[in-house]
């Protein structure tokens, strides 16, 4: 033991340690990290003159321009050696690297390039450090909420998420010690440092809120975890001003990662890039924030039959048998993975789709008795809410009720109102309570906006409906 202690001591000259100091507000690692565009500059990369790094974005601290800038403009361009990547285990800087990364499932990706960006953190002759010590100290994802904070999610397949995401760190904190518990301090991957589950969560967060998946080296990779240095600090939006490209410059081995200009940049205005079409789940596990009137924001549900009886019954539909389908019915659910032996139950209401294909179909089959009227139509019709009425209009406007009747039951698993939410934001909050009421007030406006729609639908249909029965 004491041999142990003093090979630590010899290495703690080249080690920075994963604790940090409190901060009233979120800080970096560093008190005064190194300027991030002229190490950029210095590496032999590019910045535009008038992209400037602002505390006061819409979005927080970020890149803004001062200046318009044409579209097609180069904004930021990275030389191969810049981007902080992790391609595969083989590629690893360390064995002992390499095999726990191996323990990570493929869902936590962003802890694998996190093992090799806590690495370097530990190395204080780290190529990286002048892009590290910029990272932020805390980040408000809700793995770091306070109990409270998660439980005022109010959505359970979130909740499970998160969940499963902090047992995740616990296990793997235990393993990484198991690991490492016995090897020396010049073959410790992490300078010999104790890697605790707060040290792994920052980690993870820091790489899940800021690295991009793009090619790896000579473009045989795809979807490679990269984090790349300022133009992380892009902000998102599902209209950009900005965009990432790839480009070769001269040899294979050159490929440069590039900022364009996607459209012109006025003065003063954010750079912006799409992080992708994802839903408020995403956003609020892996970046931290909530996009209001998110399009792409849906809520999740089990494909339950009694449910549907339920909804059905509630909507005012006659005789739902949605407990007890016809065999044809049966085979046509196999076929939407909604039965069988290995069935995907989850379905979802919102986003583009308004309603799953998959739920929208089973639904108009299981409220149709008419298996030939079934059979004029292949599922992508049925699937289709573009397909009007396929199975006629009393079949349609069922259907669309019995999926309202599902959002109210939905909208009811939700302990509080939107007003009451709004009400306790009034009154002012912190900023993690902030995060979880804006989220669960976007989910049930997002089930209220489903209702509208559908309601809407249900009135044009049953004014196309009222001549012919008359």
Not at 138 to 148: D, K, Q, R, S
Not at 264 to 278: A, M, Q, R, T
Not at 397 to 418: D, E, G, S
Request: charge should be negative.
């Amino acid at each position: 033991m004491a041999t142990s202690k003093l090979a630590i001591t010899s290495l703690a000259a080249h080690i920075r340690p994963f604790t940090c100091s409190a901060a009233s507000q979120p800080s970096r690692l560093a008190p005064h990290p190194p300027d991030l565009v002229r190490w950029i500059k210095r590496q032999g990369g590019f910045v535009h003159h008038a992209v400037k790094l602002s505390p006061d974005t819409p979005f927080g601290i970020g890149l803004i321009s001062t200046e318009r800038i044409p579209r097609g403009t180069d904004l930021i361009s990275l030389p191969p050696h810049v981007p902080l990547r992790f391609e595969s285990d083989e590629t690893a800087p360390s064995p002992l690297l390499a095999a726990l990364s191996r323990r990570v499932p493929e869902e936590l990706w962003a802890m694998k390039l996190g093992l090799r960006l806590l690495q370097e953190r530990a190395n204080a002759d780290s190529f990286w450090w002048p892009y590290i010590s910029n990272l932020p100290e805390t980040y408000t994802v809700p793995i770091f909420f306070p109990g409270e904070d998660i439980k005022n999610l109010q959505y359970a397949p979130l909740l499970h998420q998160v969940n499963k995401r902090c047992r995740f760190l616990l296990d793997f904190e235990r393993e990484i010690r198991e690991t490492l518990e016995d090897v020396k301090g010049s073959d410790h991957p992490f300078s010999g440092q104790d890697v605790n589950a707060s040290a792994l969560g920052w980690t993870m967060s820091a790489v899940s809120t800021r690295a991009f998946r793009l090619h790896g080296k000579n473009g045989s990779s795809d979807h490679v975890p990269m984090m790349l240095p300022l133009i992380d600090m892009c902000n998102h939006s599902f209209s950009p001003n900005a965009k990432i490209i790839q480009e070769r410059d001269g040899s294979d081995s050159n490929t440069l990662v590039k900022v364009v200009a996607a459209t012109e940049v006025k003065e003063n205005d954010p750079l912006l890039l799409n992080y992708g079409c994802l839903s408020n789940d995403f956003f609020l596990l892996d970046y931290g924030f909530v996009v209001e009137s998110n399009p792409y924001d849906t809520i999740e549900l089990k494909y339950d039959e009694g449910l549907l009886d339920a909804a059905s019954m509630a909507a005012g539909v006659a005789s739902p048998k949605f407990s007890s389908p016809a065999p044809w019915q049966h085979q046509l659910l196999s076929q939407l993975n909604l039965a069988g032996k290995m069935p995907d139950l989850k379905v979802t209401i919102g986003g583009q789709e308004i309603v799953e294909g998959r739920l929208l179909a089973a639904i108009r089959i299981l409220l149709s008795g008419e298996l030939a009227e079934v059979e004029k139509h292949d599922l992508e019709t049925l699937k289709s809410l573009s397909s009007i009425a396929p199975l006629g209009v009393a079949n349609e406007i069922a259907t669309f009720r019995t999926v309202i009747a599902l959002c109210v039951i939905a909208l009811n698993h939700f302990p509080t109102k939107i007003m009451e939410d709004e009400a306790i934001l009034k009154q002012g909050v912190s900023e993690t309570a902030e995060l979880s009421i804006k989220y669960r007030i976007q989910k049930k406006s997002m089930i209220i906006d489903v209702m509208k729609d559908l309601t809407r639908r249900v009135k044009l249909l049953s004014a196309r409906e009222t001549p012919s029965a008359s």
